[in-house]
C-alpha cells in the first residue's frame, strides 16, 4: 500500500490536530511493534492512521496518551495514543501488506516482502482471528493477479479489488454502523489504488509492468487528467458522504482534513512532476 490518505499539514490543521494526528501515527506504529515485534513497524502504513482514528472515535475507545521512542526516533520520546483499536488496525495492517504482497502484480517492497514472509505463525493467527477479512484478501488478490495476466482495462473492476479488501477492515464490528463503514473503506480503497496507479503509470510503463490506466491515457490522453480527477473526486464524495453519517465523538476535524485535502497530495505532486502543474494548487480550485 501507498501513503496517500493522509493530513495535510500544511493547509487548515490546528496545531492541535497536527499534534493529535502525530500521536495517533505514532500510536500505530508502537502497536505494530507490540503485535509483531520490531520489524512490525516497517509495515506501518499512513492510510490506515485515518482507520484508526475513525474506529477509536466512532466507538469512543479513548486511547491512553503515553510516551514512546521508536528506531524512527530512538533519542526522544513522542506522544502516541495507544489502545485496543490500534491493535485491531495494526494487525490490519499486517494482513493488507500479505495482500500487496499476495497480489504480485506490481512488484512490492522487497523488505515488506521478507518481514511477511518471515511473520507467517503471526499472520497465521490474525487470519483465524479476522476469517472475513482474510477472506476478502484471499479472494480479492486472485482476482488481481488474473486482471494482471490478462492487462485488464477496466479501472472500475480493478480497483474494486482493493476497495473490498479494505472496506472489510474497516467493519472492526458488525453492528450497524457497518455498513457506512464499510463505504469508507471500499470508496478510499479504490481511490488509493487509482491514485497509485496515476502517480506510477510512467514507471510502470519502463518497467512493463500491469497498471490499467496505461491504456486509458494511451485511448483518450487529451482527457485523461480531467477524467481522472472526477472519478477520483467521486470516490471522495462518496467516502464522506457515509463519514458524515457517523456518530463520531472526537477528531472530525483531522478526518474533514485528510479528506478535503489531505488525499490530494501525491494527485497533484504527480501532476506537478509531469506537466509542471503548481503542486500547490489547492484541489477545490479544480471543482
Given at each position: 500500500?501507498?501513503?496517500?490518505v493522509?493530513a495535510?499539514?500544511v493547509?487548515?490543521m490546528?496545531?492541535?490536530?497536527k499534534k493529535?494526528y502525530k500521536?495517533?501515527?505514532c500510536?500505530?506504529c508502537h502497536?505494530?511493534?507490540?503485535?509483531a515485534?520490531?520489524k512490525?513497524?516497517?509495515?506501518?502504513n499512513?492510510?490506515?492512521?485515518?482507520m484508526?482514528i475513525?474506529?477509536?472515535s466512532?466507538?469512543d475507545?479513548?486511547?491512553?496518551?503515553e510516551?514512546?521512542?521508536?528506531?524512527?526516533?530512538p533519542?526522544?520520546k513522542r506522544?502516541a495514543?495507544v489502545?485496543?483499536?490500534?491493535r485491531?488496525v495494526?494487525?490490519m495492517?499486517i494482513?493488507m501488506?500479505?495482500f500487496a504482497?499476495?497480489?504480485?502484480?506490481n512488484?512490492p517492497?522487497?523488505?515488506?516482502?521478507?518481514y511477511?514472509?518471515s511473520?507467517?505463525?503471526?499472520?497465521?493467527s490474525i487470519?483465524?482471528?479476522?476469517p472475513r477479512q482474510a477472506a476478502?484478501c484471499?479472494?480479492s488478490?486472485?482476482q488481481?493477479?488474473?486482471?494482471g495476466?490478462?492487462?485488464?482495462p477496466?479501472?472500475?473492476l480493478?480497483s474494486?479489488?482493493?476497495?473490498?479488501?479494505?472496506?472489510q477492515?474497516f467493519?472492526?464490528?458488525?453492528d450497524?454502523?457497518q455498513k457506512?463503514?464499510y463505504?469508507?473503506?471500499?470508496?478510499l480503497?479504490?481511490?488509493?489504488y487509482l491514485?497509485t496507479?496515476y502517480s506510477?503509470?510512467s514507471d510502470?510503463?519502463?518497467?512493463?509492468?500491469?497498471?490499467?490506466l496505461?491504456?486509458?491515457?494511451?485511448?483518450?490522453?487529451e482527457?485523461?487528467c480531467?477524467?481522472m480527477?472526477?472519478t477520483?473526486?467521486?470516490?471522495i464524495?462518496?467516502?464522506?458522504k457515509?463519514?458524515?453519517r457517523?456518530p463520531?465523538?472526537?477528531?472530525?476535524?483531522?478526518?474533514?482534513n485528510?479528506m478535503?485535502?489531505g488525499?490530494w497530495?501525491?494527485?497533484?505532486?504527480?501532476n506537478e512532476?509531469?506537466?509542471?502543474q503548481?503542486k500547490?494548487?489547492h484541489?477545490?480550485?479544480?471543482r
Amino acid at each position: 500500500m501507498s501513503d496517500i490518505v493522509i493530513a495535510d499539514t500544511v493547509i487548515g490543521m490546528s496545531e492541535k490536530d497536527k499534534k493529535r494526528y502525530k500521536a495517533y501515527h505514532c500510536g500505530l506504529c508502537h502497536s505494530l511493534k507490540e503485535v509483531a515485534g520490531t520489524k512490525g513497524p516497517v509495515l506501518l502504513n499512513d492510510d490506515l492512521t485515518l482507520m484508526y482514528i475513525i474506529l477509536s472515535s466512532l466507538y469512543d475507545d479513548v486511547p491512553a496518551a503515553e510516551m514512546h521512542s521508536c528506531r524512527q526516533h530512538p533519542f526522544s520520546k513522542r506522544l502516541a495514543f495507544v489502545s485496543d483499536t490500534a491493535r485491531y488496525v495494526a494487525e490490519m495492517d499486517i494482513l493488507m501488506s500479505s495482500f500487496a504482497v499476495q497480489c504480485s502484480i506490481n512488484t512490492p517492497n522487497a523488505n515488506e516482502k521478507r518481514y511477511i514472509h518471515s511473520m507467517k505463525a503471526l499472520l497465521d493467527s490474525i487470519v483465524e482471528k479476522y476469517p472475513r477479512q482474510a477472506a476478502s484478501c484471499r479472494k480479492s488478490a486472485k482476482q488481481m493477479i488474473g486482471y494482471g495476466r490478462r492487462n485488464e482495462p477496466n479501472t472500475q473492476l480493478v480497483s474494486g479489488c482493493f476497495g473490498e479488501v479494505f472496506g472489510q477492515a474497516f467493519i472492526m464490528r458488525e453492528d450497524e454502523y457497518q455498513k457506512d463503514l464499510y463505504d469508507i473503506g471500499f470508496f478510499l480503497g479504490k481511490f488509493i489504488y487509482l491514485i497509485t496507479a496515476y502517480s506510477n503509470r510512467s514507471d510502470d510503463i519502463r518497467s512493463g509492468s500491469y497498471n490499467p490506466l496505461i491504456l486509458k491515457k494511451d485511448r483518450d490522453p487529451e482527457n485523461y487528467c480531467s477524467f481522472m480527477r472526477a472519478t477520483l473526486q467521486s470516490l471522495i464524495d462518496e467516502a464522506k458522504k457515509s463519514f458524515e453519517r457517523l456518530p463520531l465523538k472526537r477528531d472530525t476535524s483531522i478526518v474533514r482534513n485528510i479528506m478535503d485535502s489531505g488525499v490530494w497530495m501525491r494527485f497533484y505532486s504527480t501532476n506537478e512532476k509531469e506537466t509542471g502543474q503548481d503542486k500547490l494548487a489547492h484541489p477545490f480550485l479544480y471543482r
